[in-house]
């Protein structure tokens, strides 16, 4: 059973399109992060959220934190092709010693 | 540009034999990480270690090893490689900040045992 359970686990929309994926957990985390990684590289972080509540803009994505600091999601206005990847959502806690705990992941291919 | 580097991309090895997996991080972080990222179930942590010499077991240690010598260098060992061990292996390091525990990833080791 995975702690973090993203949502959907496979994306695939026009270009032009919006989307959101979700990240959700029985558990309060003290701050979660957003990674995007693409075919034949590591992930690399996108964003952190800390504070309950919190929203983070990059460019055309739009990061939320839950009030209760159990979810996230993440939506992307305006898809393109370059945002083809996978996106994965990591919560830290304090009593798995700060380490991350990874969602599975969500796929998503923008076609043009 | 800062870097995790792993320096083998692609291994085919065969069951029973033994493996190493190199990542070399140039950023003086303290901690280092060997995750495993299979379809469908996301990265799992296999060791991680916060100081030269020390590790400590993550989820999923079973069948795994590692070695730390040097600051930079973080070693992951499959003593006797199995079939179920076919995967991607992914390491990264981090500054020791809890509350801010940014990873930094290598590009992957992608390994299948036949």
């Known amino acids: 059973t995975q702690l973090l359970e993203q949502s959907p686990q496979f994306l695939s929309i026009q270009e032009g399109e919006n989307l959101t994926v979700y990240c959700n957990s029985s558990s309060v985390f003290s701050s979660l992060q957003w990674y995007r990684q693409e075919p034949g590289e590591g992930p690399v972080l996108l964003v952190t959220?800390?504070?309950?509540?919190e929203v983070k803009k990059l460019k055309r994505l739009t990061f939320q934190f839950g009030d209760a600091r159990k979810d996230s999601s993440l939506h992307i206005t305006a898809a393109q092709p370059g945002d083809t990847g996978l996106y994965l959502c990591?919560?830290?806690?304090?009593?798995?010693?700060?380490?991350?705990?990874f969602g599975a992941g969500t796929i998503l291919r923008v076609k043009s | 540009d800062v870097k995790v580097t792993q320096s083998s991309r692609y291994l085919v090895k065969r069951t029973g034999e033994k493996v190493f997996l190199e990542c070399v991080q140039d950023m003086d972080h303290e901690n280092m990480f060997w995750y495993r990222q299979d379809p469908g179930l996301g990265l799992r942590l296999i060791y991680f270690?916060?100081?030269?010499?020390?590790?400590e077991k993550g989820d999923i240690p079973e069948g795994y090893s590692v070695s730390r010598e040097k600051k930079e260098r973080f070693s992951l060992i499959l003593e006797s490689a199995s079939t179920n061990q076919t995967s991607m292996y992914l390491c990264?390091?981090?500054?020791?900040?809890?509350?801010?525990?940014?990873?930094?990833f290598g590009a992957g080791s992608r390994l299948t045992v036949l």
């Open positions: 959220v800390v504070t309950g509540g």
């Open positions: 990264a390091s981090s500054l020791l900040r809890p509350g801010a525990n940014v990873l930094t």
């Open positions: 270690s916060y100081d030269v010499k020390m590790k």
């Open positions: 990591a919560g830290e806690r304090m009593e798995y010693g700060n380490k991350l705990v």
